[in-house]
T-cell receptor, first 114, second 108 residues
Framework: ETGVTQSPTHLIKTRGQQVTLRCSSQ?????VSWYQQALGQGPQFIFQ???????GRGNFPPRFSGLQFPNYSSELNVNALELDDSALYLC?????????????FGSGTQLSVL | QKEVEQNSGPLSVPEGAIASLNCTYS??????FFWYRQYSGKSPELIMS????GDKEDGRFTAQLNKASQYVSLLIRDSQPSDSATYLC????????FGAGTRLTVKP
């Protein structure tokens, strides 16, 4: 167990809907990163939040947005869901953004878009 | 060219053998390198990190880094069936990027 918790564990949505995924970081960690993992693929970087500010973004459209709260928990919001958004969404927390940044992952949210 | 490339496998080794997993990366300024293990249906877990050229050993695991060749590897000695999983190579530049993973099966 890493101490990173994600909710919900599973979610089914229809195309065009909006979804919010939540993540609580490990105690002592101020950085949260979100990843999308399609079946059979490695995690793809969506974005990172450091002390409530976006601190880097991968190649995802603006309909993927996020927030980090003062307690360092985080949300990932996806608008106008598409079928290709079906994937495992992973949240990872870390102590900071230094070169020894080690990511600790939550169990993930499995999103299915019908 | 993908930022982080791994042989997709699957790689199959007999119990007790050495499993060798390889990874190449494209960004020369990358500073930190990690190996994560992901069991089927589970999230990735960190098993090794390496930051400088050479070898780093931790129990049955050895990570090797060659920055000149932009190459990282993971050796698993005395492989066990419980090592059967997908192994993800991750490279930190501005953010952490992952390879597609190599699926390893250790046969009893």
């Amino acid at each position: 167990e890493t101490g990173v918790t994600q909710s919900p564990t599973h979610l089914i949505k229809t195309r065009g809907q909006q979804v919010t995924l939540r993540c609580s970081s490990q105690s002592g960690h101020n950085t949260v990163s979100w990843y999308q993992q399609a079946l059979g693929q490695g995690p793809q970087f969506i974005f990172q939040y450091y002390r409530e500010e976006e601190n880097g973004r991968g190649n995802f459209p603006p309909r993927f947005s996020g927030l980090q709260f003062p307690n360092y928990s985080s949300e990932l919001n996806v608008n106008a869901l598409e079928l290709d958004d079906s994937a495992l969404y992973l949240c990872a927390s870390s102590r900071g953004t230094g070169v020894d940044e080690k990511l600790f992952f939550g169990s993930g949210t499995q999103l299915s878009v019908l | 060219q993908k930022e982080v490339e791994q042989n997709s496998g699957p790689l199959s080794v007999p119990e007790g053998a050495i499993a060798s997993l390889n990874c190449t990366y494209s960004d020369r300024v990358s500073q930190s390198f990690f190996w994560y293990r992901q069991y089927s249906g589970k999230s990735p877990e960190l098993i090794m990190s390496i930051y400088s050229n050479g070898d780093k050993e931790d129990g049955r695991f050895t990570a090797q880094l060659n920055k000149a060749s932009q190459y990282v590897s993971l050796l698993i000695r005395d492989s066990q069936p419980s090592d059967s999983a997908t192994y993800l190579c991750a490279v930190l530049t501005n953010d952490m990027r992952f390879g597609a993973g190599t699926r390893l099966t250790v046969k009893p």
